[in-house]
Every structure is written in structure tokens, then in C-alpha cells.
């Protein structure tokens, strides 16, 4: 039996996972690190979609979380793989090596 | 009624023809290219001769039949639409652009063979003759001035065609700019028509403009003698007609189809559908008819000094473009699209003759190099032949006959007409007859100065075999009412025309003025056998006097137009661009630029190649947008 959370406390939650992963994104250099503070955020939004719909009583918020799982799933495939490939070709996993595209 | 809904293919296919070459040309054999290029065109013309019979055998109800495809756009109720009115005008006009330009498509497979543009020369036809056939089948005068800018725009590409020759450039943009004078006076007239009758639907136009204006008013004035501008230059009449000669720059066929048989005649198909402003301005249709009269003379005079071939065969397009303004100008609109169709049968077959000549004589366009080719290339040499005689109108046997002579008839009997409009069209008679058997004999008599070098095959031959029939046997659509009633084309012309109002007791001198004018043609060509076969020393001498050199020199420049014009407009017009060379406009479209240099230098420092200062970006603007969407 699951103990009732209030929803404005799954909100407030969801908030502040947001912000750690953001502000992961904006501080590492590893890129994988990079990766999870982003799956934090896509996890964060679902979090939020879910606490909304208990809130307001719709099911809607929990189809919008699986939508959320299945397409951060397709994005952590991608995104590995790049990383692969990042890997294979630079020999390293730090962001500020890839500005070639900078002016 | 089931076949005129194909009428809209009919400008459909040589679009596709164009657009089949335009897109994988470059990559057919040349055999599939002439293929594509003659079956669009031979296909529309099929398609129009069915329509044709099926519009004289029954024809619709009001005798017209539109078929609007979709409306073009829609802006405060002013929505002219991509519709087609098919109606006897409109019907001959396609009948011989079809006609004759499959005529010369055909030619030109044979004409253009070896040339590195092949796929490029049918594409630009193709083109050109879909935008004439819209020009003529448009039921608006918007979807006509697409067509009129079409054919320019091919115009251009034809005449330019060997454009690794300078010379062949600078005639197309001449060709194009001088014509660009008249569109200008022409899209001005437009803007007119709409904010009077806020349509341009030709139709609706014609049936409101009597009930708008009274005869003489000042605004049908304004928008007759513009629409007139446009026609002018088109047409090459006076005072524009300087880019023609010029225009001879292009390929033989092009001239042919574009520079004699069709688009020239373009002013003409506009006056003739606009008929009734002219009837509501009578002072620019005596302009038309004084231009038309002042136009076939210089041209006429013109004609008699030139030694290129084609350019002898240009003043006398031009020349017979007078006639039908002249025709125009006093009200027989059924004779002038009578003689533009005769015409444009005998000038193409003239210019495709000629062309046939040209290759012979490899590239060369000097008729007093030739001489001598009537046994060499005899079918050449007969069809020419029967071209010229309809050019010179030889009585009875020739079309042209029939056509001039109606329009010199008109000339003189119509209430609009008067006996010195007569007399013009009468000298022009007589020139005409003189430069054309000059050119005859020049050419093809003599002794033979030059071997013939290529001799022309099937597909250049009978092509000059129809249209050589034609040149002979199409004036019989229309005999004189003198000699009995049968005249089926102005018949079918009245059906959506005025009939020509004629002063009184005129009816019975027209058998009299018909013997004139045969004489005078007859006359004409025995000067021109005469002075250039029997005796050339006459000639030859009388061009060493002072006074002989001057007119010779002239005529051949065609009364000094070309001279006049580079004074008064093209020296200003350089001066002025040289001594204003860095003026303010210039400073503030620089100073735009830098404005966009400076603005790229500022924000390129911001693309650091750091993704954590692109997420702060994001952040920032996204922190920006919240507040405002939430706190303001």
C-alpha cells in the first residue's frame, strides 16, 4: 500500500531535481556526467507530469510520463552512442575538447 | 461541348515539353530532344485544329467558351484568375502560333543540328511558345501581361542564344530594354483599367467601358494610349521599332517564329482585343493608324539599302506590322488579324527559306555574296519565291494580295480612314514590291559567287513546302466583296468584332483601287529587275554621288534612329552615372552593410565552441521568458 504524498510536495521535489541537473549540465566537463544531470531533468519533468495529475485528478500526467521514459530511453541510446564515438576519435570524454565549431 | 475542356491543355503541353527539357535535357540524346520539342508543340496544335473545327461547326453559346482553372490570387475583391477564353480572336492566333511554330520546331531539329545548345534552343522555344499562347488565350489582362513578359523574357534568351559573341549580347538587351519602355507605359495603363473598373477581366472591360466613359474622355485617352506603349514596343513601331533589325542576332528559326511570325504581332492582338477603348479614344486610334502609316514607310525605305538578308526581311516585318496598325487604326480589326495571319505564314516561310540559304552559304549573311542558287537549291529557291510574291502582294495569285489589299481598301474607305493614310500604305506597296525582288533576284539570280555547302533535307524542306502552299492559297478565306460573296474569315471575325464602318460611295471603287495597287506591285518588281539584274551600273553609279552615298547610308541605318537615340538618351544617361558616381544613396545602403559587418563581429564572439555557455544561454533566456510570461 503506497503512503499518500501531497502533490505540492512531489512538485516542489521535482522542482529541485530540476535545478541539480541543471546545474550539473552547466558545471561538469565529463560528458557522461553530462548525460545522467540530463536524464535527472527528464526524470524531474516526469516527476512533475505525475504530481500534477494526482493533483488535478487526470491520467493524462502519467501518459506523459511514459512517453517521457520512452524517449529518454531512445535519447540515452543516441546519446551513448555518440559518446562512443566521441571516445573513439578524441581520445577523451571532456566537452571543452570539441569546439572546433566555435568562430 | 466535351472537347474545349481540353483547351487548357493546349499551353500545357509545350510547358511540359519545356520543363521535360529544361530539367533532364542535358542528358538526352538530341534525337529524344527534337522528339519532345516538335510533339509538345505538334500535339497543341493538333489539339487546337480539333478544337477549331469543333468552334466553326458548332459553336458555342455567345461564341466563346472560357475555362477558368483556379483563381490566382484574391486581394480586396480585386481576384484575377488563371482563366482561358477562347473565342475567333483568340482561336486564330492560336491556330497559327501552334501551327506555324510546330512548323518551324520542326525545321529547326534539322536548322540546329551540331549546336552545343540543342537541348537549351527547344527548351527556350518550348517556353516562349507556351507564354505566347497564354498571352493570347488569357481572359485577363494580368494573366496577358504574364504571357507579354514571357515571350520578352524568350525574346531575350533567343536572341542571345550564341552568347559568346558580344554583339549577340548587347542585341538581346537591347532588344530587351528598348521593349522594357513600352511594358513600362503598358503595366501603368493597367494600374489604370483597375482602379477604374477595379477588374481585368478583358471582358468585363469591353462591356462596362461605354456605359463609364463617354467617347473622347480623357481617362480612355490615357488608358488606351498606354496599353498603346505597349504594343508599340512590342510590335517594333515607331518610335521603338529600333531593337528589331537588331534581334536578327538570334538563330534563323527564332527570327522566324518569335521576330516575325508571332510575338511581334503580340501589340496587334491587343489593340484588336481592346478594340473597344480604342473606338472610346478616337485620337490614338488616328495616332495608331499614323504610326502604322509612318512605321511601314521608314521601314519600307529601309528595307531597299540593306545587304544582310534577314535584316531586309526585319524592316519588312516591320513594315508589315504598319499594316495592320495602320488596318487597326481605322477600324478593320478583321483585316488586320486577316493579313497578320498571311503574314506570319509567308515572313516564316521567308525566314526559314533564308535560313536554309544561310547554311549554305556557311554563316554567311551578305545577299550580294550569294547570287545565282535558283538551280542549286530549286525548292528553296520556289518557295521563297512564292513568300516574296504574297510579300510584294502580286495580284491574284499570292495571299498576300488579299490581306494588303483589303487593308489599303480600308485605308481609304473607311470613315476613319482618309486618302493620305491611303497613300502611305500605297508607297509602302510599292517599296515592298522593290526591296523583296531585289532580294529575290540578288540572291537567287545572277552568277553564283559562293558553292553551296550544306543541302537542305526533308525537315527543312517541307516545312517551306506548307507553308510555301499556304503563302499561296490562304488568301482565298477571304475574297474581295467586289468580286463575290465569299468571305468566311471576316465572317467569323464580325461574330465578336465591329464590322468596318465605310464612308459612303466607297463600296464601288474598291475593283479600281485593286488594278492600282497591282500595278504599282507589278511596277515594283520590274524597277527591282531592272536596277539590280538588267542595268546594276545605274545603281552602282548614282551610289558614288555624294547625295547617292548619303541616302544609301541613310537608309541602311535605318533613318538614323539608333544615332538619335544614343544622343538624346544613352550619352545622358552615362555622363550623369559617371559624374554621380559615390552620391549619398550609395553611403546609406553602405552604410547598411557595415551596420551587418559590425553586428557579426559582436555576436560571432559569443559562439565560443562551449556548451556550458550555450546552456547558460538557454537558461537565461528561458529564466527571461518565465518572468515575463508569469510576472508582467
Redesign the interface.
Known amino acids: 500500500m503506497m503512503t499518500h504524498i501531497p502533490p505540492n510536495e512531489g512538485l516542489l521535489l521535482a522542482a529541485i531535481l530540476f535545478l541539480l541537473g541543471?546545474i550539473g549540465?552547466?558545471?561538469r566537463r565529463n560528458i557522461i556526467y553530462?548525460l545522467m544531470c540530463i536524464e535527472i531533468m527528464l526524470n524531474a519533468c516526469g516527476l512533475a507530469f505525475v504530481s500534477a495529475g494526482a493533483k488535478w485528478m487526470q491520467a493524462d500526467g502519467q501518459v506523459m510520463f511514459i512517453f517521457i521514459l520512452a524517449m529518454a530511453a531512445a535519447e540515452v541510446s543516441v546519446g551513448l552512442a555518440l559518446i562512443l564515438q566521441m571516445h573513439n576519435q578524441h581520445k577523451s570524454v571532456d566537452?571543452?575538447v570539441?569546439?572546433?565549431?566555435?568562430? | 461541348m466535351g472537347i474545349y475542356h481540353l483547351l487548357w491543355l493546349i499551353p500545357a503541353l509545350p510547358l511540359l515539353g519545356f520543363l521535360i527539357l529544361a530539367i533532364f535535357g542535358l542528358k538526352m540524346p538530341n534525337r529524344a530532344i527534337g522528339i519532345i520539342g516538335c510533339a509538345s508543340i505538334g500535339l497543341a496544335a493538333l489539339l487546337t485544329i480539333i478544337i477549331g473545327i469543333n468552334f466553326l461547326t458548332s459553336p458555342p453559346t455567345g461564341n466563346f467558351y472560357q475555362q477558368t482553372l483556379w483563381t490566382w490570387f484574391s486581394v480586396h475583391g480585386f481576384s484575377p484568375a488563371i482563366s482561358f477564353y477562347l473565342d475567333p480572336v483568340s482561336l486564330i492566333f492560336t491556330f497559327v502560333v501552334t501551327f506555324v511554330s510546330f512548323l518551324i520546331h520542326w525545321y529547326s531539329t534539322e536548322y540546329m543540328r551540331g549546336d552545343e545548345g540543342y537541348p537549351r534552343f527547344f527548351a527556350y522555344m518550348n517556353l516562349f511558345v507556351f507564354s505566347m499562347l497564354t498571352l493570347v488565350l488569357a481572359n485577363n489582362l494580368l494573366l496577358l501581361y504574364l504571357g507579354w513578359e514571357g515571350v520578352g523574357l524568350c525574346s531575350f534568351l533567343l536572341i542571345g542564344f550564341w552568347y559568346k559573341e558580344q554583339e549577340n549580347c548587347y542585341a538581346a538587351r537591347k532588344a530587351f530594354i528598348v521593349t522594357r519602355f513600352g511594358d513600362t507605359a503598358m503595366i501603368i495603363g493597367l494600374f489604370l483599367l483597375v482602379k477604374n473598373f477595379n477588374t481585368l477581366n478583358i471582358q468585363d472591360i469591353l462591356t462596362k467601358a461605354p456605359s463609364l466613359w463617354q467617347p473622347g474622355a480623357t481617362t480612355a485617352f490615357w488608358a488606351a494610349i498606354l496599353l498603346l506603349g505597349g504594343a508599340l514596343g512590342k510590335s517594333a513601331q515607331l518610335p521603338l521599332q529600333t531593337w528589331l533589325p537588331d534581334a536578327m542576332a538570334g538563330p534563323t528559326p527564332v527570327s522566324a517564329l518569335i521576330h516575325a511570325a508571332t510575338m511581334v504581332t503580340a501589340g496587334v492582338y491587343l489593340i484588336a482585343r481592346m478594340h473597344v477603348l480604342y473606338e472610346l479614344a478616337p485620337v490614338v486610334q488616328l495616332i495608331v493608324a499614323i504610326i502604322g502609316a509612318a512605321t511601314l514607310l521608314i521601314a519600307g525605305f529601309s528595307a531597299l539599302a540593306q545587304r544582310d538578308i534577314k535584316r531586309v526581311l526585319a524592316y519588312s516585318t516591320i513594315s508589315q506590322i504598319g499594316y495592320m496598325f495602320l488596318a487597326l487604326g481605322v477600324g478593320a480589326w478583321s483585316a488586320a488579324i486577316f493579313h497578320f495571319m498571311i503574314h506570319a505564314f509567308f515572313k516564316g516561310l521567308l525566314f526559314l527559306a533564308a535560313g536554309a540559304v544561310i547554311l549554305a552559304m556557311e554563316e554567311e549573311h551578305d545577299m550580294f555574296k550569294m547570287g545565282g542558287l535558283r538551280k542549286k537549291m530549286p525548292v528553296v529557291f520556289w518557295t521563297f519565291l512564292f513568300g516574296s510574291g504574297a510579300l510584294a502582294a502580286i495580284p491574284i495569285i499570292t495571299a498576300g494580295f488579299y490581306s494588303k489589299d483589303q487593308i489599303l481598301f480600308f485605308a481609304l474607305a473607311s470613315t476613319k480612314g482618309s486618302f493620305w493614310l491611303w497613300l502611305c500604305g500605297f508607297v509602302g506597296a510599292f517599296l515592298t514590291a522593290i526591296y523583296t525582288f531585289r532580294m529575290v533576284f540578288v540572291t537567287f539570280f545572277g552568277e553564283q559567287k559562293k558553292e553551296v555547302h550544306r543541302k537542305p533535307t526533308n525537315s527543312i524542306k517541307i516545312p517551306l513546302i506548307i507553308l510555301g502552299i499556304l503563302s499561296l492559297i490562304a488568301g482565298f478565306i477571304e475574297i474581295p466583296k467586289a468580286w463575290g460573296n465569299f468571305a468566311p474569315f471576316s465572317s467569323l471575325m464580325n461574330k465578336v468584332m465591329p464590322q468596318v464602318q465605310l464612308a459612303a460611295g466607297m463600296e464601288n471603287k474598291e475593283v479600281l483601287l485593286e488594278v492600282i495597287t497591282g500595278i504599282i506591285a507589278l511596277l515594283g518588281v520590274y524597277l527591282a529587275w531592272q536596277f539590280c539584274l538588267k542595268s546594276p551600273k545605274v545603281l552602282y553609279n548614282f551610289k558614288t554621288t555624294g547625295l547617292g552615298r548619303f541616302i544609301d547610308k541613310f537608309f541602311f541605318k535605318g533613318f538614323m534612329f539608333d544615332q538619335l537615340y544614343d544622343i538624346i538618351l544613352v550619352r545622358p544617361v552615362v555622363w550623369l552615372s559617371k559624374i554621380d558616381k559615390r552620391d549619398f544613396v550609395d553611403r546609406i545602403y553602405e552604410a547598411i552593410g557595415n551596420l551587418g559587418l559590425l553586428l557579426n563581429k559582436i555576436f560571432?564572439?559569443t559562439?565560443?565552441?562551449?556548451?556550458?555557455w550555450y546552456?547558460?544561454g538557454l537558461?537565461l533566456g528561458m529564466a527571461v521568458a518565465l518572468t515575463i510570461i508569469l510576472f508582467v
Not at chain 2, 559562439?607 to 556550458?612: I, K, M, S, V
Open positions: 541543471l549540465v552547466m558545471t553530462i566537452v571543452n570539441l569546439n572546433q565549431l566555435k568562430d | 560571432s564572439r559562439q565560443n565552441g562551449y556548451l556550458r546552456v547558460c537558461v
